[in-house]
């Protein structure tokens, strides 16, 4: 009896204890939260500069938190943040565990204000740190599924159920440009929001925006519509000062979904969706491209060291679907990337009228029968950039051109006015046929200057279908070695379709419609590999607004082109990569560099073995020419009287 006794003391005791602690943390819970916050406070400012000031903090019952009058100020910097008062209401039993679970959420007044006037930014200070670091930092275990689920985790756990947030305004000034984004109110009830938005940019004038979305903890999903009433576009704020860029849309909605399988693996799936879309910028296409559908459903799988784009993914805009499949992964600090699309049998006319307006400019209303498949994979191992595989096919069954588009793409065939550029600039229009009096056909040049000309540009030529993917391989090796796009793996088929369809166009979407050129015209043999080698050899560049084999014959040796030797041949075949820059081949006082012996000896090796001259006739083969025509002015450093055949060429 006494023993049970004792344990009945001890008991009561301790809930005694426990209760009393309770009452006093309780009693002192304000100040407990002030310390805890006071300290976190002091801490931030001594590491980042800052001046942070509340007005009032406090706790109203058990899990609501009151804070009004809060103020950031960098040191010696514009106000960063103005809060006037928030409401907070958390989960009771979460908050026992250590963690944040927002309920409710009431906000008014809240204005962020990013100034940046010269170079002194009030926002600065986030960047300090890092460049203020001596030591590098401990190379730690990458983890992304990790870390994607503990940041997914903290945003779904301060997303509220319910909730409002008033006069919420948020600013980017850099000396005289702004913009600013005003939300009068954003409701959330039962894990729905809504809200409107307007944006002033500058002196333009104001956008209305409206948002709509879902916001659930429970089930970790979020959803999100933006759009402008009354039918208008949504005009991207900033975009334009800070990238040149204008981007345009109808509506624009995302969801994802996070389902997390096991401690190492995250598995993402969602949509986002497009309608509408118009983009520009200079580097991308000369006109405005549009989009008037556009969806990604995905399903992305996150591991310890990769990210992966399950192939169930879907990609479609307007009639095009297909399902890419992308793998990002980092092993010993090396990144290794995947890329790849199959894409079975398909409605040709499917992918050309789906080309977005303005990408194509060529292409665009053109009309196709029959079907394609295609076929992608680019493997990339940063640690064995030997090891890199490329390979790209675009098969064709029953293949027919119905129309042309804006663009006669078999104009080659026959007699055409073709138009050199510098810069976007028109520097030269000529005919390129027997109109033009500088216009020499392909049996009138030399046997060896055309074979030259094609072992040092694309010795394949007349047997490949427009690409030599082995030479794009290698390109891109090498690229990825020297960090920059050194190499391009072009072909003559690629460098004619440049000069003659694109010329004018010095952008990305260029390197996707010369593709697509060339394999319509190599695959439907538009054009006869003759006839383009013959253009070809008419419009190359050969020195500055030098055009055309018969202008560089005259400019350089006074001859005509039946007439140059093995020497001369080989020597324009090895200034047309840079033709602007034919003196670096030159020593001061007019004669070859010693440094052209080696390209000298490997062309005429090539000519020997084709039969077009006798190996001890390549032996001797030496960069020594005599230059008799106006280039001799130029060598000597001065401006070329012309750059026409000479009178007695004519």
Known sequence: METSSKKRIVILSAIGILFTSLICLYGFR????????????????????????????????????????LSAVPEQRDTLLELQSVNVKLNFWKLLKG???????????????????????????????????????????????????????????????????????????????????HIPSFVIENNRFQSAIKIQEDTLSQQQ????????????????????????????????????????????????????RADNQLFLNGKAKVNGLDVYHKALSPEVIHLDRGQLSYEMNVSNHAFELDSTTTVAFNKLQFHPYLRAEKEKGNWHFTAAVDKSWFPADNLFSSLPKGLFNNLE???????????????????????????????????????????????????????????????????????????????????????????SEDGAFFYHHGFLPDALREALIYDLQVKRFARGGSTITMQLVKNVFLNRNKNFARKLEEALIVWLIESQRLTSKERMYEV???????????????????????????????????????????????????????????????????????????????????????????????????????????????????
């Open 30 to 69: 304000n100040v407990i939260l002030r310390n805890i916050v006071d300290k976190r406070t002091a801490r931030i400012e001594q590491t980042h500069g800052l001046r942070l000031h509340y007005q009032q903090l406090q706790m109203k019952g058990c899990n609501e938190i009151v804070l009004q009058g």
């Open 99 to 181: 963690n944040i679970e927002v309920r409710n959420v009431r906000m008014d007044g809240l204005a962020i204000n990013f100034i940046k006037r010269d170079t002194i930014a009030n926002y600065d200070f986030l960047f300090l740190k890092r460049q203020q670091q001596a030591e590098p930092e401990p190379v730690i275990e990458s983890n992304y599924a990790g870390r994607i689920d503990r940041i997914l985790n903290l945003i779904y756990g301060f997303l509220p159920e319910n909730g409002q947030l008033i006069n919420l305004d948020i600013t980017e000034r850099k000396d005289s440009n702004f913009v600013a984004v």
């Open 209 to 260: 925006w409206q948002a709509t979305g879902e916001l659930n903890r429970k089930v970790h999903t979020l959803k999100a519509t933006l759009f402008a009433p009354a039918k208008k576009k949504v005009s991207l704020p900033y975009i334009a000062r800070r990238f040149g860029a204008e981007v345009t849309f109808d509506t624009l909605s995302y969801s994802m979904t996070k389902e997390k």
């Open 365 to 455: 209303g053109m009309k196709t029968s029959g079907e394609l498949a295609y076929h992608f994979l680019l493997d990339i191992d940063f640690a064995q950039p030997d090891s890199l595989k490329l390979e790209s096919e675009l098969k064709e069954k029953n293949f027919r051109i119905i129309e042309f588009g804006t663009t006669p793409l078999s104009k080659m065939s026959g007699e055409f006015i073709y138009t050199a550029y510098e810069n976007g600039i028109p520097v030269r229009t000529f005919p390129i046929g027997p109109s033009w009096e500088h216009f020499t056909p392909l049996d009138s040049i030399s046997p060896i200057l055309r074979m030259s000309m094609m072992q």
């Open 536 to 650: 070809y050899l008419n419009i190359a560049e050969w020195g500055p607004l030098i055009y055309g084999i018969r202008e560089a014959s005259a400019f350089y040796f006074n001859k005509r082109p039946s007439q140059l030797n093995t020497e001369e041949s080989i020597f324009l075949a090895s200034i047309i990569p840079k033709p602007k820059h034919f003196r670096s081949s030159f020593t001061e006082d007019g004669q070859l560099k010693e440094t052209m012996e080696g390209y000298y000896k490997l062309i005429a090796g090539r000519l020997a073995q084709k039969g077009l001259i006798s190996e001890i006739e390549a032996d001797t083969i030496r960069p020594d020419i005599q230059v008799t025509g106006d280039a001799r002015n130029s060598l000597a450093g001065e401006k070329p009287e012309s750059s026409s055949p000479t009178a007695e060429e004519q």
